[in-house]
């Protein structure tokens, strides 16, 4: 906070320059999404010479034919399932990492690198053998198999446990002679400290399901079950591409989490300063 | 945050869970169909079920599509946990893989001249043939999609490449084709005669229209190394040396077409509704110009496909399924298909088809892939092969014997498997 | 008392130990004892115990021309290689200057940046597929446009063996950058602010601070970020697959790649879970060494 002013105006400006660079392609992606098929291909210039006509063509089929595009059906199962597999991995992955970060168990060192080997393995070998665990129980085109697996991810435990390393012991230490108990300090103060790391995770857990494509594929069999990007496929046949319907089905589908992304990083901006710790 | 988490799950509920329930089960039998009819394919695919639907009330037909490539994994995976579909689609050069597996049912049974059947002399023989194996039918060709050429009329009437009315005249010989290619392009108007698609397809006509052959007659050995074979692939490259046509760029190089920038191109009939979109295009189609020795052209079928174990009331839609599609392959051609069905395609609906119509000439020189159990991996080294010839890496002939070894070490291993390679075609 | 602590701890990992036992250890013993069979789907063949033989395929095979192993293997690994050491360093490195460019912005629109860099990580990659194959096609892309527009020359960007490669990196920046970028920013804002103002006190500003307060408190952090990125980096598979289908002439065609295509199109699932577990004892080794580097820093 000390730093002359112009040094940091021009930290911030280039930060500004690189960060429009990042979004100039998705605003592309929505104004090209105006732009009906034909215009589309010629490239001739960046804005549509007639919204409307794009809009009619592009987003009204697809928001308009149900059977055959079932969107809004997909827009719920999405949303179903990520918030789901997010609550579920929160919750798991907190009580896991915070046990491997902080307590002492008898062989953590080997769980942990157990825990994080799983990473390094390709996930196409787990396609199969996945399949046939959750045909077993019965799971294939339900939800179920679309949400439980995801319990299972490394990630959420290697994130939180890194960012509960990181906060420092002394209040942890502070609280247990206070006489708290291992349940009542993780979710009264590591909880509430690290809630940037699971607003983190929140966000990244909720886009990852979103996004997921090879799962709902393999493991939907059903039209009406899919998850928004698995539908949106359907527009994309091997030898072309229905553009305009394409993009505006995935501008469909990336507006939400964009504005549940907004939503959920005010938690994280809320800073935690850490002399305003509440009992 | 945890109320806004509850509130997302409500609402997502509701919505999933909500609206319109399946229909009540009833005493309709329930049949699914698979196929990789995404985009307007899917579209027609969807509404012809539909038709059928309604028309079969004691039937309930679903049908369950995802893009191709991804389709025959979801296939396979299915079939692991014997959930297949009961009728499915596959293409006639995949389907010896589901045939190996014991996947496949045969369908002699719904071939003959009784009610609910299939005539099949009505079919064209060699589409026919094509699914026939050790004197049994696999599976009923529900349609042809050849390669043929699509050219911009307006280019070429500003080439003057036009005929006594002054209509646009497509090449049909090489001596036509690569005049018009020196009518047509012009690099300062970036603008060029004719450009490579999916080299695939292209490279097979060539190379069948050389006379050349890419497996033995039985489908099995590879003859990738034969001469004609390189020389067609050194003539095409040729004509990338001469400047005449660009090095091979991705599959988009078909968008340049669309774009009114480039003069012919050969690609499959599949295309047509994209074509039908770009309203601005003055296009014409007609059938591959014979740039070698004998008429010949890629072409691939879908066909329609019964589970080995199917049976009684579902076996029974699925074969009502199978001959309604059938007799409907005009409608199903209107999407970018050319039905096998002789009598339909004398109907007047269809000749009124232009493109599907002129693609149709085909039919009697179509060629396809050959029928064996690698042909993946074939076209894996197929695809390889031409590509380095195009792109000038490598002599015809050594990209060529490289694709044949690699082939012969694939053939040695389904060998020592004990696999039935069978007499293909 | 100590006995009680010792053990208790376990059940705040029950619940996650269950599902990873069932969804992925299990699954994983499964694809491991598969890489020692020659499983062929849609063969009439049950599967068959064959030993080492898929490994032996993929690494020391003799063939008639004298080369061993499989080559295609080889080449797959190589362009894995190559992506690795480009692609990690390069995002790892431009996701902190970005995190710290960031927090360094005034609050309120910090979230806005963290935001704008974080937009292209939703976009589904089929949508990122198409977009990017525009903006680098040869004769018609929205790049060789603009360099014309500046009477600069036309780069193959996705057509030159040497360049296609480097293309994909570049997409995958942008594509991917903001992940970390969240992560890190996050740490930087979890580091309390009183170190800052004790520093402040002491005398110390701008890069100094950074230096000696922000990195370090930030390393269990960024090895997060380093250690994912590279796993990350080796596992690569949505990117060459849709922009360039592991051309032009196999340039870019990654190991996942062809381990999709052995197990999924050539439907040989025991040579492609041999392949995977190579693949794996390669990650792991990757990873130990840059633990063990990071320890020492």
Not at chain 1, 215 to 224: A, I, K, R, T
Not at chain 2, 182 to 201: E, H, I, N, S
Not at chain 2, 233 to 246: A, F, Q
Request: some cysteine.
């Amino acid at each position: 906070m000390k730093e002359p002013w112009y040094s940091r105006a021009g930290i911030e400006a280039l930060v500004v320059l690189t960060a429009l660079l990042f979004v100039a392609p998705v605003v592309l992606i929505y104004v090209t999404s105006l732009k009906p098929e034909a215009e589309i291909v010629k490239f001739e210039s960046v804005w549509p010479k007639d919204a409307r006509e794009g809009i009619r063509k592009n987003y009204e089929y697809v928001l308009k034919t149900p059977e055959e595009i079932p969107i809004f059906r997909w827009l719920g199962n999405s949303i179903l399932v990520s918030s789901s597999v997010t609550l579920l991995v929160l919750t798991v992955d907190s009580l896991a990492a915070y046990a491997l970060a902080r307590l002492r168990l008898p062989g953590k060192k080997y769980v942990f690198a157990m825990i994080i080997g799983t990473l390094m393995v390709p996930g196409q070998i787990l396609l199969v053998p996945v399949y046939l665990i959750l045909n077993k129980l019965g799971w294939i085109d339900t939800p179920w198999a679309l949400i439980v697996p995801h319990g299972a991810g490394a990630f959420g435990v290697f994130l939180l446990h890194q960012f509960f390393k990181a906060i420092p012991k002394e209040l942890e230490e502070a609280a247990m002679l206070d006489g708290a108990g291992k349940l009542r300090i993780w979710w009264n103060l590591m909880l509430p400290l690290s809630k940037p790391a699971l607003a983190t995770l929140a966000i990244f857990t909720f886009v990852g399901s979103w996004n997921d494509f090879l799962g709902p594929l393999v493991f939907l069999d059903s039209v009406e079950k899919y998850t928004l990007p698995v539908g949106v496929a359907l527009f994309q046949s091997s030898y072309s591409s229905e553009y305009g319907l394409t993009l505006a089905a995935s501008v469909i589908c990336t507006t939400p989490i964009l504005l549940i992304f907004l939503v959920f990083s005010r938690q994280i901006i809320r800073g935690m300063a850490m002399s305003g710790l509440k009992e | 945050m945890r109320g806004v988490v509850t509130f997302l799950i409500v609402v997502g509920t509701l919505i999933a869970g909500g609206c319109d329930r399946a229909e009540v089960l009833g005493e309709k039998t329930t049949i699914r169909f698979w196929n990789g009819f995404t985009g307007p394919d899917g579209r027609t695919m969807l509404g012809l079920v539909k038709t059928f639907n309604d028309e079969n009330p004691d039937l309930n037909v679903i049908m369950q599509r995802m893009e191709w490539g991804t389709y025959y994994n979801k296939l396979f995976v299915a079939g692991l946990g014997g959930r297949a579909p009961e009728i499915f689609v596959s293409h006639s050069y995949a389907l010896p893989r589901f045939m190996g597996a014991g996947f496949v049912r045969e369908v002699d049974d719904l071939l003959g001249t009784g009610p609910g059947q299939l005539d099949p002399a009505d079919f064209d023989a060699n589409v026919l043939a094509n699914l026939q194996r050790h004197g049994r039918h696999w599976g009923i060709p529900l349609d042809v999609h050849p390669l043929g050429l699509f050219y911009n009329k307006k280019l070429f009437r500003e080439a003057g490449i036009v005929d006594a009315k002054g209509e646009a005249k497509p090449p049909t010989n090489r001596e036509e084709f690569v005049t018009a290619l020196r009518k047509l392009t012009d690099a300062k108007k970036k603008q060029w005669g004719f450009v490579w698609t999916w080299q695939r397809t292209n490279s097979y006509t060539i190379i069948r229209q050389f006379g050349g052959e890419l497996f033995d007659p039985q489908g099995v050995r590879p003859t990738m190394g034969a001469p004609e074979n390189a020389e067609a692939l050194t003539w095409c490259r040729g004509l990338i040396k001469e400047g005449l046509v660009p090095a091979p760029q991705d599959f988009n190089s078909w968008i340049g077409f669309r774009q009114g920038r480039v003069g012919m191109v050969f690609e499959g009939i599949y295309m047509l509704p994209e074509l039908e979109r770009q309203k601005d295009l003055d296009w014409g189609a007609a059938p591959v110009p014979v740039v070698g020795k004998q008429q010949s052209a890629w072409g691939e079928s879908h066909s329609l496909v019964l589970r080995k174990d199917v049976k009684g009331k579902k076996l029974e839609g699925a074969k009502r399924l199978i001959k309604f599609l059938s007799d409907h392959s005009v409608e199903w051609a209107m999407g970018g298909q050319v039905p096998v069905r002789k009598s339909l395609r004398a109907s007047e609906k269809f000749k009124s088809l232009y493109a599907q119509s002129q693609f149709a000439r085909e039919i009697p020189y179509i060629a396809y892939y050959p029928k064996n159990p690698y042909i993946f991996e074939f076209l894996t080294e197929f695809d390889l092969a031409v590509e380095l010839t195009l792109r000038g890496t490598l002599p015809a002939d050594e990209a060529l014997g490289r694709g044949q070894q690699n082939m012969e070490r694939v053939v040695e291993r389904y060998q020592a498997q004990g696999w039935d390679l069978g007499e293909a075609r | 008392m100590r006995r009680d602590r010792d053990w208790t701890g376990y059940g705040f990992l029950l619940p996650y130990l269950m599902l990873f036992g069932m969804f992925l250890v299990l699954p994983m013993v499964f694809g491991l004892g598969l890489s020692f069979f020659r499983y062929e789907m849609l063969s009439k063949e049950p599967a068959k115990f064959v030993g080492l033989e898929n490994y032996r395929e993929a690494l020391w095979l003799p063939h008639a021309d004298g080369t061993r192993g499989d080559a295609y293997f080889r080449q797959a690994l190589w362009a894995t290689v190559r992506f690795v050491v480009l692609a990690a360093p390069l995002t790892v490195t431009f996701a902190l200057l970005l995190a710290l460019g960031i927090s360094m912005a005034p609050e309120r629109r910090q979230n806005i940046y963290r935001l704008m860099v974080f937009v292209p990580t939703m976009i589904t990659i089929s949508v990122v597929g198409i977009l990017w194959r525009w903006f680098f096609a040869d004769q018609f892309g929205l790049f060789n446009i603009w360099l014309t527009r500046l009477h600069l020359r036309e780069v193959h960007w996705l057509t030159d063996v040497n360049m296609a490669m480097k293309s994909l990196v570049l997409m995958t920046l942008w594509w991917t950058v903001g992940g970390p970028v969240v992560v890190l920013l996050a740490g930087i804002k979890q580091i309390p602010d009183a170190y800052y103002e004790a520093a402040a006190i002491d005398g110390a500003t701008g890069w100094r601070r950074c230096w000696y307060i922000t990195l370090p408190m930030l390393k269990p952090v960024l090895l997060f970020v380093i250690v994912l990125n590279v796993i990350g980096a080796w596992q690569v598979f949505g990117q060459p697959f849709i922009i360039t289908s592991g051309g032009p002439e196999r340039s870019t065609l990654v190991l996942m790649q062809y381990i999709y295509v052995t197990s999924f199109l050539n439907y040989r699932l025991g040579y492609g879970a041999a392949m995977s577990w190579l693949l794996f004892l390669l990650i792991a080794a990757f990873s130990l060494v840059q633990f063990r580097l990071m320890r020492e820093k």
